[in-house]
């Protein structure tokens, strides 16, 4: 750690630490419930303890991304942070909303309230007030970030992610747009769900990455920053327009259909080019990092996000095939490892490599990072495999067959009961994880006697 | 650093291009969706309410409608259909209010939907909505009555 001002990283981990494990408390509890139905329905309905899940996620995530960015611009912009005073106002807004979004759905308050109560679309069911509190947030944070990388070095990486977290803010704003044609609803809803996470999510992603190979790899900047190019213009020029795979069965005209077929189709090269990009750097970089975590976390984030976004996004994105596919559990089996592998890998990623330094403890043991490792990514492959044969059969029996939907369902308890197995050992690593990173423990293994870091 | 700035500018202009293509679009969808994919004469004040309690309520966490939601539950798209809302309005109205007036249904092994106590009034509402949004034009979705 170079800046003081990095410091407030740690804070935006610690909290986003946190709502990971109360997301993935969540799931587990979600998942109990499709294998045993009546736990809990009358005290908390699945609807709220879906809300809690999906919600926490989003937020543990985006604070992740914050917290990387005051990490790395610092680094990146070679001074320190304009403001911490902002930045920790900033953290302060979104956990107060956070904890009054997790209130209101828990005990159901303000229900129907304009500006209090919940608002019923998916993901985006934060009460209005939160909403606005996110998106001051967001503007503090746009604001001393921008006014940090102005005042510096401008680099690639830094503009990278600026230009993902604007358009994260930007796009943000279609939340508040709630027409009552539902089509048009459905439509500016996808404005926000599908260009943050097939969209700017993955500038962001990308400027991560390129940043961890670029410190744990010692290759050369301009190769890095070169890459980082190509990637994000693959991801724009074939996400942007693929956000038509969304549009074929919500009331939008046929063209989509086409439109998105073939630009989702090319959705998957930009992830294919971050696992070429990732084994690349490693490879030819030569420098044995002693944070061997932190490269097993970017090179598998890569990995899942070509499996989980690219391969699992492909299988069913085509029309002819989504026309039987579309809102089955299929849609379930990609959403998690997209996610997971994406997302939740780059953010784990950042924070393995950032808090050695952060806690002023490097090199440290990661040996148990290193098992959390394995056991999330095997649970969380082995629940996508669960959920795509589950998806598989219930496409078949609902969608060509004509079969009513909870004869369905009843069939596939054997893999939901498969799935909750795997959500719970998925918990474990999580929890692991977060142990691993937060409470200091002595080495255990001798640390490489090549290059210290950078 | 010359292919660097020329892979820069490759992302600044494209990306702009397929924006500025992709917004195109979407007006032209907008338009379509207002007036040609539904009917928004038939957007009455009580299918906008029967929207605002479907979100109130967040019935999306449990079902899905047009095939976006949670996968809990079943399709509500074509629910008005499946209940016979096309042969017979009024029989396909009660037996809906009734399925809603009557849950949880306790059954142990089975799915639970809250009670969420909604008026005579409401639950028309809530009907109505769901009526309007089997009319809309989906391209030919869901491929059967099942949802």
């Known amino acids: 750690m170079k800046y003081q001002s990095q410091k407030i990283a740690i804070a935006y981990f610690a909290v986003a630490m946190a709502l990971f494990a109360v997301q993935v408390l969540g799931g587990l509890l979600a998942g109990f419930i499709y294998v045993f139905p009546n736990f809990l329905a009358d005290l908390v309905p699945f609807s709220v303890v879906r809300m809690v899940h999906t919600n926490a996620l989003v937020v543990w995530l985006i604070l992740g991304f914050f917290g990387a960015a005051y990490y790395l611009v610092p680094e990146e912009a070679e001074r320190e942070i304009y403001s911490p005073k902002i930045a920790y106002l900033q953290l302060i807004i979104l956990t107060v909303g956070t904890l009054g979004a997790v209130i209101t759905y828990v005990f159901n308050l303000f229900e129907g309230n304009v500006v209090l109560g919940l608002q019923g679309r998916e993901f985006l069911e934060q009460p209005l007030w939160v909403k606005l509190g996110i998106i001051v947030a967001a503007l503090l944070f746009l604001f001393n970030i921008s006014m940090t990388v102005l005042k510096g070095r401008k680099t690639a990486i830094t503009n990278v992610l600026l230009l993902g977290l604007w358009g994260i803010a930007i796009f943000f704003l279609f939340s508040l747009y709630v027409p009552d044609n539902l089509v048009l609803d459905k439509m500016y809803w996808w404005y926000v769900v599908h260009l943050w996470v097939e969209g700017v999510w993955e500038l962001v992603m990308a400027s991560i990455l390129a940043f961890l190979l670029l410190k744990l790899t010692g290759v050369d900047r301009e190769v890095v920053e070169k890459w980082v190019y190509v990637i994000v213009a693959l991801a724009l020029f074939s996400g942007v327009l693929g956000t038509g795979h969304h549009y074929y069965w919500i009331g939008t005209p046929k063209y989509w259909t086409w439109i998105g077929s073939i630009f989702s189709a090319m959705e998957v090269v930009p992830f294919f080019a971050m696992v070429v990009f990732a084994f690349t750097m490693v490879w030819k970089g030569g420098r044995n990092h002693p944070n061997r975590a932190a490269v097993l976390w970017a090179l598998g984030s890569a990995v899942m996000a070509f499996f989980g976004a690219g391969v699992w996004g492909f299988l069913h994105t085509l029309h002819g095939i989504n026309f039987f596919t579309h809102g089955t559990q299929i849609t379930a089996a990609h959403g998690h490892l997209a996610f997971f592998g994406a997302y939740v890998s780059i953010n784990l990623a950042i924070i393995t490599y950032s808090i050695p330094y952060l806690l002023k403890r490097e090199p440290y043991n990661q040996v148990l990072n290193m098992v959390s490792f394995w056991i999330m990514n095997s649970a969380m492959a082995f629940m996508t495999v669960v959920l795509t044969f589950a998806g598989v059969i219930q496409t078949h029996l609902q969608r060509v067959n004509g079969d009513y939907f909870m004869d369905v369902q009843d069939q596939l308890s054997l893999f939901y009961a498969m799935r909750f197995g795997a959500g719970a050992i998925f918990v474990i690593g999580a929890l692991l994880f977060i142990y691993a990173i937060f409470v200091p423990r002595k080495e255990l293994i001798s640390a490489p006697s090549t290059a210290p870091a950078e | ?147």
């Open chain 2, 1 to 147: 650093m010359h292919t660097k700035s020329a892979a820069r500018n490759i992302f600044y202009g494209g990306s702009l291009f397929f924006l500025l293509i992709f917004f195109g679009l979407t007006a032209h969808s907008h338009y379509y969706a207002k007036n040609v994919s539904t009917d928004e004469t038939t957007l009455t004040e009580s299918v906008a309410h029967g929207k605002k309690i479907w979100e109130d309520k967040s019935c999306v966490n449990c079902h899905t409608i047009l095939g976006e939601g949670a996968y809990f539950a079943p399709e509500l798209g074509n629910v008005w259909i499946r209940f016979g809302g096309n042969d017979d309005e009024e029989g396909a109205r009660e037996a809906l209010k009734d399925w809603m007036k009557n849950q949880p249904s306790g059954i142990e092994g089975r799915r639970q939907m809250p009670q969420f106590n909604l008026t005579e009034a409401e639950l028309d509402n809530l009907v109505d909505f769901l009526k309007w949004v089997s009319t809309i034009d989906t391209n030919g979705w869901p491929p059967n009555e099942a949802g």
